[in-house]
């Protein structure tokens, strides 16, 4: 099974609201990713982590705020986003982080806009 | 900084041709390769992943290879079908331990 599940599928938000995003693997993998993409463009890495550590923010604004549970749950929680943060937000995980055989497999993502 | 180049941006061919989608990219120093396929709206599925010290990868009608030293990858479609239409999108993972994404070849195939 190389299945990475998120939820919701879409999500509607003004500008003042809070709400999160998760992200669920059970393929044993040790690292999790979030991207952003928007329309026509690739995705954009924004967030690893590595073990249930946070190794990687790519400078990302503080109104998005991951959080990894358990080394099979990620969430983005999301607050006070403007209308440019609308995007496609994926979620990827893999198996050893720092490997040559690092295959990243990727959920359906979360549409998110942002009102 | 890694930079990766996607040739063509887009490609429309009749059901059943071979074809050939090229990626470059500017930082020899990786560790692996992927290529991915999207489909409009949706995730990103795995197709291949080449090791650093792998010429070439195979799995069914695709063929990748890799040519690390001059900073270029090919993905080969055998016999293509109007179900591999998407964007193919290649992704190199370096020294900073990240994937960097071209920016893709949205492929059409004509039935």
């Known amino acids: 099974d190389t299945e990475v599940t998120q939820t919701p599928k879409h999500l509607v938000m003004g500008m003042t609201n809070k709400k999160s995003l998760k992200c669920e693997q059970h393929?044993?993998?040790?690292?999790m990713y979030w991207y952003k993409q928007k329309a026509k463009k690739p995705p954009e890495l924004m967030f690893v982590y590595s073990y249930e550590k946070l190794s990687i923010n790519e400078s990302v604004p503080s109104r998005f705020s991951p959080e990894c549970p358990n080394s099979s749950l990620l969430n983005l929680h999301l607050h006070a986003l403007q209308p440019e943060d609308s995007a496609l937000y994926l979620c990827?995980?893999?198996?050893?982080?720092?490997?040559?055989?690092?295959?990243?497999?990727f959920g359906p993502g979360t549409r998110l806009t942002v009102t | 900084k890694q930079e990766v180049t996607q040739i063509p941006a887009a490609l429309s061919v009749p059901e059943g041709e071979n074809l050939v989608l090229n990626c470059s990219f500017t930082d020899s120093a990786i560790y692996n390769l992927q290529w991915f396929r999207q489909d409009p709206g949706k995730g990103l599925t795995s197709l291949l992943l080449i090791q650093s010290s792998q010429r070439e990868q195979t799995s069914g009608r695709l063929n990748a290879s890799l040519d690390k030293s001059s900073g270029r990858s090919t993905l080969y479609i055998a016999a293509s079908q109007p179900g591999d239409s998407a964007t193919y999108l290649c992704a190199p993972e370096g020294g900073s331990e990240k994937l960097v994404f071209g920016k893709g070849t949205k492929l059409t195939v004509n039935p």
């Open positions: 990827a995980s893999s198996q050893f982080y720092l490997r040559a055989r690092n295959e990243q497999y």
């Open positions: 393929m044993g993998h040790r690292a």
